[in-house]
């Protein structure tokens, strides 16, 4: 019996791109931002002065924004690290440019280098590109969110030395963020997720209280490993470097699964080829 096509991976990719995509734009649309330089925020069009009650309109999002994403966890384990999080989908780009320029285990990247020579000029090509688009693409809206972005785009303009401070103050920003993208996407990646990132700390607290019980998560279904016959696929498309197959997988501090299901969706490749139902499912509850 054939089993099912990949099913997580794309509708992944869309949503880790659409979350990127609107973090991303929405300060320069004038969603919401704030202008630290004029003590104002502005919401859709219209610029308040940053006070009560109009700070309001930041505070009461940002606040259900957290128990959203600490309710979500509580049921489906660290899925905004592996689905939505900007700083995941960086890293999981750069697990792209890593392979392409360097040393990597992106599967798509290394299959399409070993196509030909010309397929591998192309990608490095790409890779050093968007090593500098990316970066600095990010670190111009992140200052959107504090700055004006007309300002910005003004400041970019001028010659060197008409700025002052201001003009040097957003090329630093610029130098700092693509020194930390090649430090944290080439080197850091996902360790930054596990040790360093406060949401991340905060959701693994919240999946460590709900892990007993019925938290989300990939299930290896036969009694042994030997099931496999040698195959390590799903060792291999984690990106964080877990071993999915394990009866006490690693959810919380330090070593967390993100439940993003590549692990899942190469088994049901694998298993295809062989005709045979995928020895990998995500399944809630205390059972295997
Ligand atoms: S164990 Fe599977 S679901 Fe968890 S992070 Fe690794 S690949 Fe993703
Ligand atoms: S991908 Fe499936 S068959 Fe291959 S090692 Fe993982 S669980 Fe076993």
Partial sequence: MAAPAPAYHLPRRITQLATL????????????????????????????????PHALGLIIPFVILVWGIAGLTYVKGRVFCGWACPYGTAVELFDGLRTALWKGTHRRVASWMRRSPAHRIALRLLAVLTILVVPAALALSMAAYLWSPAKILATLRM????????????WAWLALNWAVALLGGFFVRFHFCRYVCIYGMGQAMVVSTAEAKTILR????PASTEACGG????????FVDL?????????????????????VDICATVQSHKERDPLLSFRSGKAR
């Avoid at 929405?26 to 009560?52: A, E, K, S």
Wanted: glycine share 12%.
């Fill in 159 to 170: 010659a060197w030395g008409e700025g002052g401070t201001v003009q040097t103050a957003l």
């Fill in 218 to 221: 990939p299930r290896f279904l």
């Fill in 21 to 52: 995509a609107l973090g991303m734009a929405q300060p320069w649309l004038d969603w919401v931002r704030i202008d630290i330089g004029d003590q104002t925020v502005t919401y859709f069009g219209t610029t308040y002065p940053l006070q009560m």
């Fill in 231 to 238: 195959c390590q696929a799903c060792l291999k498309a984690c």
């Fill in 243 to 263: 071993d999915p197959r394990e009866k006490h997988l690693q959810l919380g501090f330090g070593s967390g699964c993100f439940n993003c299901g590549e692990c």
